[in-house]
Nanobody
Framework: QVQLVESGGGLVQAGGSLRLACAAS????????MDWYRQAPGKQRESVAS???????NYADSVKDRFTISRDNAKDTVYLQMNSLKPEDTAVYYC?????????WGQGTQVTVSS
């Protein structure tokens, strides 16, 4: 049974930082690409960052140079370090992976950035 559990969200002022974590179970974590998505109120869910099993990363233009995705295969955990946060980063952030063409999502963690 695949489970993804996010943590680390919260309320922060603009310009601040947060670090999200996603603990995975039920998968061979080291072999899976992992992603972070976010969904703001009234908007579609969008991709934020991804990391392959080999450590190659990719970012949405809106977060490039501010966010960093990383992974610790010993802890089966993927991280999202978010710096220089802006009010428009306010959203529920979700961890995601795909196993045999089936998408798995965490429960989400709320990030709120005040101006």
């Amino acid at each position: 049974q695949v489970q993804l559990v996010e943590s680390g969200g919260g309320l922060v002022q603009a310009g601040g930082s947060l670090r999200l974590a996603c603990a995975a179970s039920g998968i061979i974590f080291s072999m899976k690409a992992m992603d972070w998505y976010r969904q703001a109120p009234g908007k579609q869910r969008e991709s934020v960052a991804s990391i392959t099993s080999g450590g190659t990363t990719n970012y949405a233009d809106s977060v490039k140079d501010r966010f960093t995705i990383s992974r610790d295969n010993a802890k089966d955990t993927v991280y999202l370090q978010m710096n220089s946060l802006k009010p428009e980063d306010t959203a529920v952030y979700y961890c995601h992976t795909r196993v045999f063409a089936f998408d798995y999502w965490g429960q989400g963690t709320q990030v709120t950035v005040s101006s």
